[in-house]
């Protein structure tokens, strides 16, 4: 589904050099793909009959905050570059 989300804006872009409807369908479920991934890597720790070892949770846990973190980093700066180049215009 992303993928193909992705080709439909594509090609509207192509012809509109405009962000669609199709865009912000791509852009917001690839954000709830991420945050559902790693909300499911978590989750599959805890289901085998034998707890995970300690030290896999810790790991995961701590890999995915890093993750997390970048991400919002990314996300509030390519905003507020966004905002800061669209005030100057």
Do not use: C
Not at 17 to 24: G, L
Not at 30 to 39: E, P
Not at 54 to 73: E, F, M, P, R
């Amino acid at each position: 589904m992303q993928a193909s989300l992705g080709q439909i804006q594509h090609g509207v872009y192509l012809k509109t050099q405009k962000r669609s409807i199709w865009s912000y369908g791509h852009i917001w479920l690839g954000r709830f793909v991420i945050v559902f991934g790693i909300i499911n890597g978590g989750v599959g720790l805890s289901l085998p009959k034998t707890d995970a070892p300690t030290g896999a949770v810790i790991a995961y846990s701590v890999v995915a905050g890093v993750v997390g973190v970048a991400y919002l980093v990314f996300y509030f700066k390519k905003e507020r570059k966004r905002e800061v180049g669209s005030s100057s215009s």
